[in-house]
């Protein structure tokens, strides 16, 4: 009961190790490469682009990164950027939390359509809605105004968080549930204190892809904001491209940086999905 | 799932009040934002409209429709469409699952792959264009110096029509494998880890483990992912408006590429809509029956299969 | 619980600062009296130099001179302008001030009423504007925008690639200029640099045709009548084909970009092609995006078609201006009085961010490339606005679509006709 595996030749674990790491990395090379490409191509310049595409940089330019991280239209588009995605990020997860509760484990008339209508979130081309939504921003006086790209990333944001954690929420066993009530736990007393705190993958899972949703939006942004203070990252790619030719080498170098922050993100809520290796659904 | 004891009628009311206050901040904003553009999309498509000064005026009833499915543009995109889901189904989401499955192991090095491996999905789809066109390059791409190397030809990627939807496919697969393997790894983290060893107690080894065991815990969480895989398929848009613009001549567009170049690029916003609704249809009608006939047992219980295993 | 008051707090943080963003927005200002204070939106695509400096210094001076308009500059990339002018002038409001590039878009814009009507206005200032600038904003008489840039498409070439293929002369004909694609393909020397993705650069090369065989009549013709199956225009896609069938493209031309590191400028500007077809701005993406070929860089117009009705003194091209909202405040035009005045103007065109646009400019060009074409633009008899801008959206568009795959093989110059007769019915 205490975990004894098959006893096994160290060599037989050793050599598993090894086959294990071999196909990681070449997994991972095949991933890493053109990121690589990424982040060297910032190093050139543009021409250099087209006639040493692969090589390292010759000569390096590292002015590309430093006038980035020197300007700060960057550092004012990052904190909007960020400001923007942790909030659109809190009120997707708890407004889906929610729905996909009572979806999830009540039984109730019209359940099954409901859970239906918001999965048509997905199906419709977001870059048809976008002039109805417009509009209607722009009827409620959110033009200029970060709500006015917050809101509706919300909104879009909702199906797949709420069919993700519908499913989630869905295992947790029906004992524990049962145990609940007995201890006579209300609806809420057991969704704020047992299931939320179980589901922290899958709560750590959604807020990522929200994180990375709202981080890389582009048409929303652009359509709400005219003042370029307001600007996010993905609308401040638009310095280096003219209207013939882009500077495709400041756009790398810009790219690499903007996706940083997002890739801390998801490092740190990572930890929060390999802390469910130890946690188990059944507790004691 | 069941009630759990029987309800009398103020705790039914009760009830009921509790779900909608669940429900109600989802809902609102959902039917605001969601849902009134999608109904206004619905019935811009009864219309000719060029999107300019004010609501529609032409009402053309179903013409844009039965222009749309004369067009061999559409039934191209179809088909398109089709081959990529099978691929999907048959080469991306296996692979993520694998990728997750290797990430759980106790691998030296973990927290770092499980950063790179994500980090695709991270990037923004304009530089993965930007990115890919350039490896893909007939001329000066990597892809070809790699294959001149040892000793083959290069290929034409996306500038041919027979290579490019496939070189596409590359494409999003290295794009979006992340979002599955995330699924996959939170899935497998919610599976005990006393019943993968109970089960390898019992006698079995690792393939045996994963396939009686450890594959149908993640049913639930596979079943999501193809849900997910499908539908975003369906609205395939950004990737390949960039790399291709659904060239050469229609060869790898997409139903959202064609609605794009007319709602956009044309200004034919009545007909981009009746495309729309088009995707709509084709993504609920896969939608409902996927939920009727494969997700119907998950529906029922989700621990029935850990009941079933008592 | 922490959580809980956490969560509150930033809850009314974001809908503090969200109260505090403020609906600065697209509302266009206040009235007309000098003392209340106005502000503008001058949306614009210069977010490259040098044109943004040139804008940045021209607000400066205007707002110097008058100190109760503000000028709010919103400056956005060309692919982002176009999506989000859409969208703005979709849901009913045209900004104060925004780049347009005239032709059936405009025309479009004009129609459904958000587009000020500026005839009176421009023809009220000093500053003389040239026909040729001035032709593509102009429907029915009127004039629906300002001009401020203007350009030409010809052929730009590699001198020393043609010596190398024993090429004495730009060729002047049609039948001249396919000798000239022989002799490159015999030297093994790539003839043209096509983006075959973009579409529009292929696009020149029917329209040219079309002009140089059907004459400008016979496209204004068209446009009027719906009907391209004119026999100008099946001729033009004839001897684009025959053009096509000598393969004279890089390696992957139709899946090349135009402005990226292995599309058609890098390609002609490191030297891997001789020739490509396209407009102004050639030289200067062509060392952006490839290395640049420095004094190897020739400029022809495009030839003429033997027996054809045009000549190749007519210039397909375009350029840019400024429209006005319809419900812009008079000082916008005020700006724009400014901004193409012939001082302010000269700035603008010695800076080689734009070509002349009023009468007797010329001169103030300094840049060599640049100084050839205005001269041909000059000289010019007769100008066509591009085929994708001129007629409305989706005939443009069409057009764009059925020459890529005549290009690409997969239609005739019958079927291109054809296609692009039955969209502009359909209009």
Redesign the interface.
């Known amino acids: 009961m205490s975990g004894a595996r098959h006893a096994r030749p160290k060599a037989i674990i050793r050599f598993r190790g090894a086959l294990l790491q071999v196909i990681a990395l070449t997994l991972a090379s095949f991933v890493i490469v053109p990121l690589v490409y990424g982040v060297l191509g910032g190093f050139k310049d543009t021409s250099q682009l087209s006639t040493n595409a692969f090589g390292l940089p010759d000569p390096w330019v590292p002015e590309n990164y430093t006038d980035i991280l020197a300007s700060d239209t960057f550092w004012r588009q990052l904190w909007n950027s960020t400001f923007i995605a942790l909030a659109t990020t809190i009120l997707v997860v708890a407004a889906s939390a929610l729905a996909a509760f009572v979806l999830a484990r009540f039984s109730f008339r019209g359940r099954e359509l409901l859970f239906t209508l918001f999965a048509t979130g997905l199906m419709f081309p977001f870059a048809v809605a976008i002039l109805p939504l417009f509009v209607l921003l722009r009827m409620f006086g959110l033009l200029d105004n970060p709500l006015g790209v917050i809101l509706p990333q919300v909104a879009f944001g909702l199906p797949m968080t709420i069919i993700i954690l519908r499913g989630f929420f869905r295992s947790i066993p029906i004992e524990i549930e049962e145990a609940a009530i007995i201890d006579g736990c209300s609806p809420f007393g057991f969704f704020w204190r047992i299931l939320l705190p179980m589901a922290r993958p899958a709560l750590a899972t959604v807020s990522v892809l929200a994180i990375v949703s709202s981080w890389n939006n582009f048409m929303l942004p652009l359509v709400v904001f005219n003042d370029p203070n307001l600007w996010t990252l993905p609308l401040g790619v638009q310095q280096f491209q003219g209207q013939y030719s882009s500077e495709t080498a400041k756009v790398l170098a810009y790219v690499v940086l903007a996706m940083i922050p997002a890739l801390g993100f998801y490092a740190v809520a990572e930890r929060q999905l390999i802390s469910g290796l130890t946690a188990g659904a059944i507790k004691g | 799932m069941n009630a759990i004891r029987p309800r009398s009628r103020r705790a039914r009311l009760r009830g009921s009040l509790t779900i909608l206050a669940f429900i109600l901040p989802a809902l609102a904003l959902f039917c605001m934002l969601v849902l009134t553009p999608i109904i206004v999309g619905f019935y811009t498509s009864l219309f000719k409209w060029n999107g300019l000064g004010g609501l529609p005026r032409d009402f053309v009833g179903l013409d844009n429709y039965t222009r749309l499915f004369a067009d061999p543009v559409f039934y191209g995109d179809l088909w398109h469409t089709v081959v990529l889901v099978v691929l999907s189904l048959v080469i991306q989401l296996p692979l993520a699952l694998g990728i997750a499955l290797l990430l759980n192991q106790r691998l030296r090095g973990r927290a770092f792959y499980r950063v790179v491996f994500f980090a695709p999905y991270v990037l923004s789809e304009a530089i993965t264009a930007v990115l890919f066109m350039l490896i893909l390059s007939p001329s000066v791409g990597l892809a070809n110096q790699i294959l001149g190397i040892v000793g083959l030809d290069g290929l034409e990627w996306f500038a041919d029509q027979s290579t490019v939807l496939l070189s596409l496919f590359l494409v999003i697969t290295w794009k979006y494998f992340g979002l599955h393997m995330i699924l996959y790894l939170t899935g497998r983290q919610a599976i005990p880890r006393e019943i993968i060893e109970a089960a390898q107690i019992d006698g079995g080894n690792a393939w045996q483990v994963f396939r009686r065991v450890t594959l149908p815990l993640l049913g639930p969480t596979i079943r999501i992912s193809i849900f997910l895989s499908v539908i975003g398929t369906i609205q395939l848009f950004d990737l390949v408006w960039i790399i291709t613009e659904g060239g050469p001549s229609h060869a790898s567009e997409t139903l959202a590429v064609t609605m794009y170049q007319f709602g956009f690029k044309r200004f034919q916003v009545g007909y981009a809509s009746a495309i729309s609704v088009v995707m709509f249809l084709l993504s609920l009608v896969f939608a409902l029956g996927y939920q009727r006939y494969v997700m119907r047992r998950d529906l029922e219980g989700a621990t029935t299969v850990l009941r079933e295993q008592r | 619980m922490k959580w809980i008051r956490r969560?509150a707090l930033?809850?009314a943080a974001?809908?503090a600062?969200?109260g505090c963003?403020?609906?600065?927005?697209?509302d266009g200002g206040g009235g007309s009296s000098d003392s209340k204070k106005v502000t503008i939106?001058f949306w614009n695509?210069a977010?490259?130099e040098p044109l943004k400096s040139v804008f940045a210094n021209a607000i400066r001076d205007f707002q110097a001179k008058h100190p109760n308009i503000e000028i709010?500059n919103?400056a956005?990339?060309?692919?982002?302008f176009k999506?989000?002018l859409?969208?703005?002038?979709?849901?009913?409001k045209a900004p104060d001030i925004f780049h347009t590039w005239g032709g059936g878009?405009l025309k479009?814009?004009a129609?459904?009423?958000?587009v000020k009507d500026v005839t009176e206005d421009i023809a009220s200032w000093p500053q003389k504007f040239t026909n040729a600038a001035i032709a593509p904003y102009q429907f029915d008489g009127k004039t629906y925008a300002v001009p401020h840039d203007i350009g030409m498409v010809g052929i730009w070439y590699n001198k020393a690639l043609f010596k190398k293929a024993g090429i004495e002369q730009p060729p002047a004909t049609w039948s001249e200029f396919i000798e000239a694609v022989k002799k490159l393909k015999a030297a093994g020397i790539t003839p043209i640099a096509l983006a075959?993705?973009?579409?529009w650069p292929g696009h020149y090369y029917w329209s040219y045709l079309a002009m140089r065989i059907g004459g400008l009549d016979a496209l204004k013709q068209a446009a009027e009548t719906k009907d391209f199956t004119d026999p100008a225009f099946i001729e033009a896609g004839r001897k684009l084909k025959e053009l096509v069938d000598l393969e004279p493209f890089?390696?992957?031309?139709?899946?090349?970009?135009?402005?990226?590191?292995?599309g058609q400028?890098?390609?002609m500007?490191?030297g891997?092609a001789a020739m490509e077809l396209m407009?102004q701005?050639a030289p200067?993406?062509q060392?952006?995006?490839?290395?640049?070929i420095g004094d190897d860089l020739g400029f022809f117009p495009f030839p003429a078609v033997e027996g054809g009705k045009g000549t190749n003194t007519e210039a397909l091209g375009g350029g840019g201006g400024f429209a006005v909202g319809a419900e812009a405040p008079p000082e916008a035009l005020e700006f724009l009085k400014f901004l193409t005045e012939e001082t302010e103007h000269r700035k603008a065109v010695e800076s080689g961010g734009v070509l002349p646009v009023l009468q007797g400019e010329e001169d103030a060009v300094k840049d060599p490339n640049l100084a050839e074409v205005a001269k041909h633009l000059a000289a010019t008899t007769g100008f066509q606005l591009y085929l994708d801008q001129a007629f409305?959206?989706?005939v443009g568009?069409?057009v764009n679509d059925s020459v890529?795959?005549l290009i690409?093989g997969?239609?005739t110059p019958e079927g291109v006709a054809k296609a692009i007769t039955e969209t502009a019915k359909s209009e």
């Open positions: 969560t930033l809850c974001v809908l600062i969200g963003g403020g609906a600065g927005g697209d939106e695509i977010t490259n709010k919103v956005i990339e060309n692919d982002a999506s989000k859409t969208t703005t002038m979709q849901s009913g878009v479009q814009q129609d459904a009423g958000l075959g993705k973009a579409k890089q390696k992957g031309f139709l899946g090349a970009a135009y402005d990226t590191a292995d400028a890098a390609t500007g490191n891997k407009g701005w200067s993406v060392s952006s995006a490839g290395k640049g409305p959206p989706a568009q069409e890529a795959e690409a997969t239609e």
